[in-house]
């Protein structure tokens, strides 16, 4: 295995963007990271491109060669690979295309993730997303994607005593880390009354519980480390990557109100990296909900096994604590375009890790996490970046 | 859902048939053609039985935002009851109202309509849970 940089990022703006399609999205954020990583274009070895349902978003399938087209890399007939793990999507491509330069199989690769969700109506996009969890033995009978969140929340304060308030600080806190951020979906801060107060979708969740439905797309170009320098003055090295998958339906688990997936994957990267969790000092980690937020510090290893939320409402997560958790705004203000969160949450660390994340930059940060959850923890990826010196 | 597909898993949604792997003995639904602790070993041995339909609340939420399908059921409950054979499903309660629901409630399965093709397609029956009286 080779050494593997980050040496160039893009990134779209997260939202209702009415005026911009599908490829529209994913040209801009690969372009953009190309330019970044002062390519030409035909060093450009391989695509990978997340995506987790653009067959019923926008009724177009096939994502792989069509986003490898539109960057105008037709001719060079690169292999071109579309990547689907739900919710995960964007990690596992990111992990994809580190594999094949770790493997000395390409030299250059751009990994893209992309969503456009807003072609469809609220309610058939809230079904699309439910895709992800257990069709036949969990939708069939209800249990929209919120209501599996409740469910894991309601059981979670039943065993340790979390509180809604508790789980409301983390829509706060999110929403305050996102109005540092030029390019989330929400650069308002709420007040936890909004949050306690918003209409509930699945109790115990209300709306401000939950994460925006939102297009954007995020890109990265990743290199092998002894030909970065060639490139970049600012190489980000891939420290680690960590995969592990579960039970498809929840009730299936042994325990619902933990992710071993995420553990399991947690486990497996920092062992990778020769690190634990106190070696983190910001992390990007996958807060559809609030709740699952505070299972991801949890199950990471930040905090222990249900104090995520005490945690949460001391502060303990915020900018400026000693583990900084979702500086972008988290999927919950950042926004979350499905196939592209994965990235845009490694597109966040490379930002703190070159010290270009401007008023939420993270002092000192010299390690960074990214945790990206598919369906309710049946897929989990955490990736390790790092400065490098 | 189309016919077929809904169709060919009624045994298990009319009857709560399960598999039980016939080396280990242990107990999975739906039904599983592999135990995951005996892998190789449950092969050709993964035996059909059935689920007595008593258990208790695991966890529940009250569904405000739902599907099409539900839109004139809502707001209702839907849980992860811990069936007494140690088994966990996820279904709807009925029969009750959503405010009385409570963790470590013991509920019975029954059988309802749970969805329908459109306002003229084919209903689907399934399993729901009410209170154990």
């Given at each position: 295995m080779r050494d593997v940089a980050i040496i160039g990022i893009g990134d779209t703006k997260f939202g209702e963007l009415w005026d911009q399609s599908f490829r529209d999205l994913g040209i801009q954020a690969g372009l953009a990271a190309v330019g970044d990583a002062n390519l030409?274009?035909?060093?450009?070895?391989a695509l990978y491109v997340g995506n987790m349902s653009a067959g019923k978003f926008i009724e177009q399938e096939h994502i792989g060669a069509l986003i490898a087209d539109y960057s105008g890399l037709a001719r060079d007939n690169i292999p071109a690979t579309r990547v689907e793990a739900a919710g995960a999507s964007g990690g596992l491509a990111f992990r994809q295309g580190y594999l094949a330069v770790a493997s000395g199989m390409h030299d250059i690769v751009v990994v893209g993730g992309a969503e456009k969700?807003?072609?469809?109506?609220d309610v058939l996009s809230t079904e699309i997303q439910a895709t992800a969890a257990d069709q036949q033995w969990e939708t069939a009978f209800g249990a929209t994607f919120p209501a599996l969140h409740a469910l894991i929340a309601r059981r979670h304060m039943h065993e340790f005593g979390t509180t809604r308030e508790q789980m409301g600080m983390v829509a706060v806190k999110n929403h305050k880390h996102g109005s540092l951020n030029p390019k989330a979906q929400y650069q308002k801060e709420i007040k936890l009354d909004a949050v306690l107060k918003s209409p509930p979708v699945a109790e115990p969740l209300g709306m401000f519980d939950c994460a925006p439905i939102s297009d954007g797309a995020a890109a990265v170009v990743l290199c092998c480390m002894d030909k970065a320098r060639k490139y970049t003055d600012t190489p980000v090295k891939v420290l680690a990557s960590g995969q592990a998958s579960d039970t498809l339906a929840l009730a299936h688990r042994e325990s619902i109100t933990r992710f071993d997936a995420t553990s399991v994957a947690a486990r497996r990267a920092f062992k990778q990296a020769g690190?634990?969790?106190?070696?983190?000092?910001v992390a990007e980690v996958h807060?559809?909900?609030?709740i699952s937020e505070i299972l991801a510090v949890e199950d990471l290893g930040f905090f222990p096994k249900g104090e995520g939320g005490k945690a949460t409402a001391e502060g303990q997560t915020a900018l400026g604590a000693k583990i900084a958790v979702?500086?972008?705004?988290?999927?919950?203000?950042?926004?979350?375009p499905i196939g592209a969160t994965g990235i845009a949450q490694v597109v966040e660390l490379v930002y703190q890790l070159r010290g270009q994340a401007g008023k939420r930059q993270v002092a000192g940060a010299e390690r960074g996490l990214a945790h990206n959850v598919g369906g309710t923890g049946a897929t989990a990826i955490v990736t390790i970046l790092g400065r490098v010196n | 859902m189309t016919v077929a597909r809904f169709w060919r898993e009624n045994e298990s949604r009319y009857n709560l048939i399960g598999t039980k792997c016939g080396n280990c003995g242990r107990l999975y639904?739906?039904?599983?053609?592999?135990?995951?602790?005996?892998h190789r070993k449950s092969l050709g041995k993964m035996e059909h039985f059935h689920l007595e339909g008593k258990g208790e609340v695991l966890s529940f939420s009250i569904v405000h935002d739902a599907p099409s399908q539900f839109e004139l059921q809502k707001p209702y409950v839907i849980a992860i009851i811990m069936m007494d054979e140690g088994i966990r499903l996820t279904g709807q309660i009925i029969d009750c109202e959503p405010a009385d629901v409570t963790i470590g409630m013991r509920v019975q399965a029954t059988i309802r309509k749970v969805g329908e093709e459109g306002p003229s397609g084919i209903i689907h029956y399934g399993y729901k849970f009410m209170p154990l009286r």
């Open positions: 030409s274009g035909e060093e450009i070895d969700m807003t072609d469809v109506g690190t634990d969790a106190s070696g983190i000092q807060d559809n909900f609030t979702n500086t972008s705004g988290g999927l919950k203000a950042r926004g979350d | 639904f739906p039904p599983r053609s592999v135990c995951p602790v005996c």
